[in-house]
């Protein structure tokens, strides 16, 4: 598993999602690494190993369990794990199945449906479902601008794209190609169930602008999560730690060293 590190202390890991890799977290090694060994991965199929042969699955189970063979092998855990949408809902099984590699999790709009006790099983809606279609399909026939504008917009706000940084924008066309697969891999619902096997202290982390689907999730996860500790980025969208760096950080920072 590709990993970038910097700083000494404490195990801080870093899990990306949808389009990224461990270039996501720059400010979050920079503004957190004089307190921290700070590492960001890149999980399976995500560049700078992207295009690796289908025979290897694109799996949210199975990046969970990487991520607890790779906190094994570096061989300094338990690890105070961050996840970030898709990457969110990786990190919380991660927590559930491997508990005793995770000191503490974090989950920044973590991504994935919401299973209420005596609703109907949880999926997404089919305009998401739809749209989600449209934008493989445009990658897929090689319009792949057209395609990551569709997406990264529906899951931040109207205009984002088009307002990315250079890096971002870059890191988002090298990941390109995991878009498809991604979406025949859906992410599972969470429940009050599963959120009872993490043990762990968690920190929720949402954005004021992020969309609504992010707040319900993170909502119930705070009532679900036993003693979870929440907390907003003002004025930020879905990528809030990259908005609002410093929040992000200090929120993370104050959050470990309160359990620590």
Request: aromatic content about 10%.
């Amino acid at each position: 598993m590709p990993y970038v590190e910097r700083g000494e202390g404490p195990l801080l890991l870093f899990v990306h999602g949808s389009l990224c890799d461990y270039r996501y977290w720059q400010p979050q090694l920079d503004g957190l690494s004089p307190r921290y060994r700070c590492v960001s991965v890149s999980l399976t199929h995500y560049w700078p190993l992207a295009g690796l042969p289908r025979e290897i699955p694109f799996s949210w189970s199975r990046h969970a369990d990487e991520l607890a063979e790779f906190v094994e092998r570096l061989g300094e855990g338990p690890a105070h794990v961050v996840g970030h949408s898709r990457g969110g809902c990786v990190a919380f099984h991660f927590a559930r199945r491997h508990g005793v590699h995770v000191r503490t999790l974090t989950l920044a709009d973590p991504g994935g449906p919401l299973q209420i006790p005596g609703r109907p099983i949880a999926q997404m809606p089919e305009t998401v479902n739809a749209l989600r279609a449209r934008a493989a399909q445009l990658i897929e026939a090689g319009e792949t601008d057209a395609g990551l504008q569709l997406f990264v917009d529906s899951v931040s706000r109207p205009g984002f794209w088009a307002k990315s940084t250079k890096a971002f924008r870059t890191m988002a066309i090298d990941n390109a190609g995991t878009l498809p697969p991604q979406f025949q891999d859906p992410l599972p619902a969470y429940t009050a169930e599963e959120a009872a096997e993490v043990r762990c202290p968690v920190l929720l982390i949402d954005g004021e602008k992020s969309p609504a689907i992010f707040h319900r999730t993170v909502a119930a996860l705070e009532a679900w999560l036993a003693g979870a500790r929440r907390q907003t980025v003002r004025g930020a969208s879905h990528g809030m730690n990259l908005a609002h760096p410093s929040a992000f950080n200090r929120y993370v920072d104050e959050f470990i060293r309160s359990v620590a």
